[in-house]
């Protein structure tokens, strides 16, 4: 059974910058979209990007639109959550997940449509 495993996170000042990776074996990243979510202490899971394996297509939660960029490298099978501006209130634990479908239709928020995760990396913004 594979992994997605997720790296990149740590602590950062705000305003700050982090780029975060998610990573898996072979072409399992090619196959179907990958959505990156994240969990603040106490709070539910929210979904924050999804890239497509259909051109590459984009969509992210709209708090996030003009800060965080998704992206893919197929030759590295790794999608990366460019993170821009950050907050503290981006403080949690990131994680990327494989779906269901090739593109991020408007099911792209619903874990349920996930079905394998990694096992997420620390962001802590913090002065």
């Known amino acids: 059974q594979f992994q997605l495993v997720e790296s990149g996170g740590g602590l950062v000042q705000p305003g700050g910058s982090l780029r975060l990776s998610c990573a898996a074996p072979?072409?399992?990243?090619?196959?179907?979209?990958i959505g990156w979510f994240r969990q603040a202490p106490g709070k539910e899971r929210e979904a924050v990007a999804c890239?497509?394996?259909?051109?590459?297509?984009?969509t992210y939660a709209d708090s996030l639109k003009g800060r965080f960029i998704i992206s893919r490298d197929a030759t590295r099978h790794t999608v990366y959550l460019q993170m821009n501006g950050l907050q503290p209130e981006d403080t949690g634990i990131y994680y990327c997940?494989?779906?269901?479908?090739?593109?991020?239709?408007?099911?792209?928020?619903?874990?349920?449509?996930?079905?394998?995760w990694g096992r997420g990396t620390q962001v802590t913004v913090s002065s």
């Open positions: 072979g072409e399992i990243l090619d196959r179907y979209r």
């Open positions: 890239i497509s394996t259909l051109f590459d297509g984009t």
């Open positions: 997940a494989e779906g269901r479908r090739e593109a991020c239709d408007s099911g792209w928020p619903n874990m349920n449509e996930y079905d394998f």
